[in-house]
């Protein structure tokens, strides 16, 4: 994983499963198709001749603009989820993510009051899981999502035992 300036020094990041890829693209597949039907109505309705008044241009640039826009953004979607990493510390996880706008959350572990591992058709089918980390602040919303389901439940009773721990230490 390329180090950034906002890593802290010393980190070896564990990325996540390149399955996650298709979990992502398979969403983005979706979305990207909801909103071209969405935005094509408007050419449909004029070419049928619903709504003749309406203006060709912007007729034909509304579907084009969402198939230009999904085109970008599925060209993002593998180095997304290359950037998408976690480290365990002896005090705290670092969780990273981004491209353009990176993050670097760092979670104590005596800050975690449960962790929660999450599942959907699509990650079940690949074998992957979603972990949540849910901490007395709101405002944290720290998962790690793409992981092996072996490893998130590995995970899940590690940092559920260090939170423990640094709590009872309190």
């Known amino acids: 994983m390329r180090r950034e300036p906002i890593d802290p020094a010393g980190i070896e990041w564990t990325r996540v499963s390149p399955k996650y890829l298709r979990v992502r693209l398979v969403g983005w597949a979706i979305g990207s198709l909801i909103f071209l039907v969405i935005f094509s109505v408007p050419l449909v309705l004029l070419l049928t001749g619903v709504l003749p008044r309406f203006p060709l241009l912007l007729a034909w640039l509304l ?6 826009f999904a085109g970008w953004r599925g060209l993002l979607l593998p180095r997304q989820v290359r950037a998408i990493g976690y480290a365990e510390r002896n005090e705290d996880l670092l969780i990273r993510q981004g491209i353009f706008f990176q993050r670097t959350m760092v979670v104590p ?16 089918a690949l074998g992957l899981c979603t972990l949540k980390l849910h901490t007395a602040s709101p405002g944290t919303n720290a998962e790690i999502p793409g992981l092996p389901s072996s490893e998130g439940a590995r995970l899940r009773e590690q940092l559920s035992a260090r939170g423990e721990a640094k709590l009872a230490g309190l």
């Not at 579907?63 to 230009?68: F, G, K, L, M, R």
């Not at 572990?109 to 079940?124: F, H």
């Open 109 to 124: 572990y005596g800050r975690m009051q449960y962790v929660d591992v999450a599942v959907g058709p699509i990650e079940r």
């Open 63 to 68: 579907p084009a603009a969402v198939v230009i």
